[in-house]
């Protein structure tokens, strides 16, 4: 078969200014909906290059092959016996598998099979040329970009994420035909919306990206992104001051501009009196600014802004950045003004008027149900912290009233720290206000403090106690309500702490909280809640832990977090051992013969035959309570030690002792032998679980 000639294929789809957020899953989109149709026309594009500025999105093809691949197709027919009468002439299925194939009889082959020989075809397709399919390949593309909030414009029936001004489609010199809404594809392009300088005529891509640049537009989102490092670098430079770190905005940032040009700006040293974190939220999320500090971590009054254009007085376009900070820093001030003239206390009427959710009371039962549910945890971990986490917990959703959380919602906890600061409550109060929304995501920070970790807890718990007293359980595509995160961030806080504490009987006083019952019984709720929670630590876990460790860890029991955490390490610990796998086998080999059997005898020692038999037990009797009193300490590589030193004493025990044998009375009491050690094992994970 001949080689298939390559050549350069470069897609742009003109809009209207994309969401920045958008941008990046756009380009993803883009390759797979492309690749995914070319799979189904079986070629392979080999390396896809996808790129967005706000007004296009781009796909380029370096060598994509002009047609299929020609390819041998191979088809079984009916059997010889089938195919022909007696006389030897082509039978009715003969020449019609024949005619199916576009062969004649004649041309048909044989196969011999072990069930018979049949009629065979084999030809060479050629494949067709790629310019046949491109316009279906390039509609598909198109219509694979599936945003959230895609819009219908003009009179079209069409729909896309902002309005398609213009379409390029070339493969190999030629435009791709191809009309979508009322846009038909040709090869003009446009550039910076006021720094281009006319259509441009695209003919390859490193032209087209040439004139693009000439044109005021970056194309490669990883240039813009570059270019506004440095213009940040030299900001630094010439200010002798730091940007603060921000990758999140600085990503927004470059799917905001297609020609990005950083500028500073200033605002009165007043504002400074601001919570660091309302100045930076005020920057960040309203205005897109990048926040500055000193040496020290304290925020200058200055701001590094991105423009998108090229001002003949770049002072006039700073002035005009620095008019509209401060009309929002303004409204800031005084906002936390008038906030300061109340404490905590007094914004707690305003949270009757607030929903929690429907069926669930309002914020100001649910900060009831956090004060009290935070208290019981500290009587059960730190009882000289109940008081503080008492006044956390009611104090926790406070800020939620105030007028600067209600015009800056990502203010929430950081206004109610500040607040509380300001009069006068315990720092532990107020730091557990702050922390008890900590972590929100993933990855996110901790609490730092444990009152701030038992109104965490505590919050989460009444959440996920109330969802799913409603019924209201996530599905394996819907998660409204974000209770995996919670559930997740329930767990790290548990593992990171160190808190023996049962997730059965934390949900219990969750579920206790509400003072009321559900559809579902208490017990099938927390049961409910348990196996849901226990799904999110075996994810959590596997993410540091080999997959098989953790199902062993949490076979036996997984309400204790903590324990489960520390039974994985120490497994882990093990199979650091040059005999990491013979003592496996041997856990194994005593758990497994248990399995399926009827257990309920007790070991009878005056029915021991075989000397091995005693000297197992008495090995057995010497450790089981230092490993029962090491499992209960949470000291499970002790516990792990001591059930190593047995390993000899049952290999032995294997080699001359029948378990199995034909004596139902002598069976059944080695079972039991077996089914006590195999017991203090099951303490620590279900070895069987582990491949060795």
């Known amino acids: 078969m001949a080689e298939i000639r390559t050549a350069e294929l470069i897609i742009e789809i003109g809009t209207e200014e994309l969401p920045a957020r958008m941008a990046p899953s756009g380009m993803r989109m883009m390759e797979a909906g492309f690749r995914k149709a070319l799979k189904a026309l079986e070629v392979d594009p080999g390396q896809v290059a996808t790129y967005v500025t706000p007004r296009r999105l781009t796909l380029h093809v370096k060598a994509l092959p002009v047609a299929q691949a020609d390819k041998i197709e191979e088809k079984r027919g009916p059997s010889e016996q089938a195919a022909f009468g007696p006389d030897g002439a082509p039978t009715r299925a003969a020449e019609g598998f024949?005619?199916?194939?576009?062969?004649?009889?004649?041309?048909?082959?044989?196969?011999?099979?072990?069930?018979?020989?049949?009629?065979f075809a084999k030809k060479e397709v050629k494949g067709r040329p790629l310019t046949d399919f491109l316009p279906r390949v390039l509609l598909e593309t198109i219509q694979g970009l599936?945003?959230?909030?895609?819009?219908?414009?003009?009179?079209?029936?069409?729909?896309?994420?902002?309005?398609?001004?213009w379409i390029v489609a070339i493969f190999d010199g030629?435009?791709?035909?191809?009309?979508?809404?009322?846009?038909?594809?040709?090869?003009?392009?446009?550039?910076?919306?006021?720094?281009?300088?006319?259509?441009?005529?695209?003919?390859?891509?490193?032209?087209?990206?040439?004139?693009?640049?000439?044109?005021?537009?970056?194309?490669?989102?990883?240039?813009?992104?570059q270019r506004i490092r440095e213009g940040l670098a030299a900001l630094e430079a010439k200010t002798g001051l730091t940007v603060v770190p921000d990758e999140g905005l600085l990503l927004e940032v470059t799917h905001l501009v297609e020609h990005p040009i950083v500028l500073e700006g200033e605002f009165s040293k007043k504002y400074l009196e601001l919570p660091r974190e309302t100045l930076i939220t005020s920057m960040r999320n309203h205005q897109k600014y990048f926040a500055i500090q000193d040496a020290h971590g304290k925020l200058a009054p200055r701001f590094g802004v991105v423009a998108n254009t090229e001002a003949k007085d770049p002072a006039v376009v700073a002035k005009g950045n620095e008019r509209v900070l401060r009309a929002r820093l303004e409204d800031a001030m005084f906002f936390l003004l008038e906030d300061r003239k109340k404490t905590l206390d007094d914004f707690l009427p305003g949270l009757e008027g607030q929903l929690f959710m429907r069926g669930l009371g309002t914020m100001a039962e649910k900060s009831e149900r956090i004060s009290q549910l935070a208290t019981a945890l500290a009587g059960e971990v730190a009882p000289e912290l109940q008081d503080s986490a008492r006044r956390a917990g009611r104090l926790a959703k406070a800020d939620l009233a105030t007028a600067m959380v209600a015009e800056f919602a990502e203010l929430q906890g950081v206004m109610g720290r500040e607040y509380a600061r300001f009069h006068g409550e315990p720092e532990a109060v107020a730091l557990g206000i702050y922390e008890h929304y900590l972590p929100k995501g993933a990855d996110d920070d901790l609490p730092t403090t444990d009152v701030g970790a038992f109104v965490a807890v505590a919050d989460r718990l009444d959440t996920l106690a109330g969802t799913f007293g409603l019924g209201?359980?996530?599905?394996?595509?819907?998660?409204?309500?974000?209770?995996?995160?919670?559930?997740?961030?329930?767990?790290?806080?548990?593992?990171?702490?160190?808190?023996?504490?049962?997730?059965?009987?934390?949900?219990?006083m969750a579920l206790d909280g509400y003072g009321r019952s559900f559809d579902d019984p208490k017990d099938a709720l927390v049961k409910k809640l348990v196996e849901f929670t226990g799904k999110r630590l075996k994810v959590h876990l596997a993410g540091s832990h080999a997959t098989e460790l953790v199902d062993a860890a949490m076979a036996p029991d997984f309400t204790g977090v903590t324990d489960v955490v520390q039974r994985v390490e120490a497994i882990e610990a093990l199979r650091g051992r040059p005999d990491y796998e013979p003592l496996i086998i041997a856990f194994k080999r005593v758990i497994n013969i248990t399995k399926k059997q009827d257990l309920s005898s007790e070991v009878d020692t005056d029915l021991f035959e075989d000397a091995q038999e005693s000297v197992l037990?008495?090995?057995?009797?010497?450790?089981?309570?230092?490993?029962d009193a090491a499992c209960d300490a949470g000291d499970f590589p002790r516990a792990l030690e001591l059930l190593t030193s047995l390993k000899p004493v049952i290999d032995k025990y294997f080699d001359d002792v029948m378990v199995m044998c034909d004596d139902d009375t002598q069976r059944a009491n080695r079972l039991a032998t077996m089914a006590?050690?195999?017991?203090?094992?099951?303490?620590?994970?279900?070895?069987?679980?582990?491949?060795?």
């Open 98 to 119: 024949a005619r199916s194939v576009g062969l004649t009889v004649d041309q048909l082959g044989r196969l011999e099979t072990n069930k018979g020989t049949y009629l």
């Open 617 to 627: 037990w008495d090995a057995f009797g010497e450790v089981s309570g230092q490993v």
């Open 676 to 692: 006590a050690i195999g017991a203090r094992f099951m303490k620590i994970a279900d070895f069987t679980r582990i491949l060795a």
């Open 146 to 165: 599936r945003f959230p909030r895609s819009m219908h414009w003009g009179d079209e029936d069409v729909v896309f994420v902002r309005p398609i001004q």
């Open 174 to 225: 030629t435009v791709i035909p191809l009309t979508y809404g009322d846009v038909t594809t040709g090869r003009t392009t446009w550039g910076h919306r006021f720094h281009g300088k006319g259509p441009i005529e695209v003919t390859e891509f490193t032209k087209y990206v040439a004139d693009l640049l000439a044109n005021g537009v970056t194309l490669d989102p990883e240039a813009r992104t």
């Open 472 to 508: 209201l359980i996530p599905t394996s595509t819907k998660d409204p309500y974000a209770l995996r995160r919670a559930a997740l961030g329930l767990l790290r806080i548990l593992i990171d702490r160190g808190w023996a504490l049962s997730l059965e009987r934390l949900y219990g």
